[in-house]
């Protein structure tokens, strides 16, 4: 306890440096350039994704007994050939990672900041590939989420295809999946994983290990409690629209409250009471239309 006490103190003490001191160099300003730019690069993917799914080849749905219209994304699912099937999986991985670097990236900021300062306090060289390492493990970790959603959608397809029922069930089962959503926004393992994203000062100088692979044990583990903390925000975006614009940019908008406001738990249950009142009302239809 008094090794980290130490290392908080010291961390403290270098951000308080960093606020009281001269206007830093350019070399300090590097990582909110390329920080930019990685998030520009990802933002243009992902409307680029985005209006690939609203023109083109893309473009459309299918209608399906219950009411609803699968989205063409899915589509290429359905094709039996090994080849395609795995060109799909490819695209689909390839458009979540930029959306979660565009939704994730401003949230996270603060910490990769952090690390970086605590990294140059201890005199550590080759700042930014320790940086870099850190942000490829913690969008690793999203990114086998991404892998876990496409494995699962690929089931519901291939299930909603082959049978009517199925198909006619799954707006209740999207209903009860954005209930299931909000009801985790007020549960203690929400509020632990929140306050761990919360605090990026702690999380920092308790994994003050050196090099790219301390970089990466910090990645893996900052992104398994994020993981932790925002999955019942993306299954309310993977419920009303994974490539849904505007579902997308107020996810991450609700995402950042959460992470950044003094009080951003509030923004949490707030979620939750919208997402129970919408799952509530699919449900509500959808079970009328049985």
Not at 1 to 17: F, H, I, N, P
């Amino acid at each position: 306890m008094g090794g980290l006490a130490r290392s908080a103190e010291a961390l403290s003490e270098v951000e308080g440096e960093a606020e009281r001191g001269p206007r830093p160099p350019f070399s300090t300003q590097v990582p909110y350039f390329v920080a930019f730019l990685i998030f520009a690069a990802a933002a243009a993917a992902t409307l680029y994704f985005n209006r690939s799914m609203s023109s083109g080849l893309m473009s459309g749905g299918m209608p399906m007994p219950g009411g609803w219209t699968m989205s063409m994304m899915w589509m290429p699912r359905i094709s039996t050939g090994m080849s395609n099937a795995f060109a799909s999986a490819a695209i689909f991985t390839l458009m979540w990672l930029a959306m979660m670097i565009a939704m994730m990236l401003p949230s996270t900021m603060p910490m990769l900041l952090l690390f970086r300062r605590a990294a140059a306090f201890r005199g550590e060289s080759h700042l930014g590939r320790s940086m870099f390492a850190l942000g490829c493990s913690y969008f690793g970790v999203w990114t086998l989420f991404g892998i876990a959603a496409y494995l699962i959608g690929a089931l519901v397809t291939r299930g909603a295809m082959r049978s009517a029922d199925v198909s006619r069930a799954l707006p209740l089962a999207g209903g009860v999946a954005l209930c299931v959503a909000g009801i985790y926004q007020f549960t203690p393992w929400k509020s632990a994983c929140l306050k761990h994203c919360r605090d990026p000062l702690t999380l920092v100088a308790t994994h003050l290990h050196g090099g790219r692979f301390g970089a990466l044990r910090l990645g893996l583990h900052h992104g398994a409690f994020c993981a932790a903390c925002c999955w019942a925000l993306m299954l309310i975006q993977l419920v009303l629209g994974v490539m849904n614009l505007t579902v997308m940019v107020a996810v991450a908008v609700v995402i950042a409250l959460e992470k950044l406001l003094p009080h951003g738990q509030w923004v949490a249950k707030a979620t939750g009471v919208a997402a129970i009142a919408a799952g509530l009302a699919i449900a509500g239809f959808a079970a009328r239309s049985f």
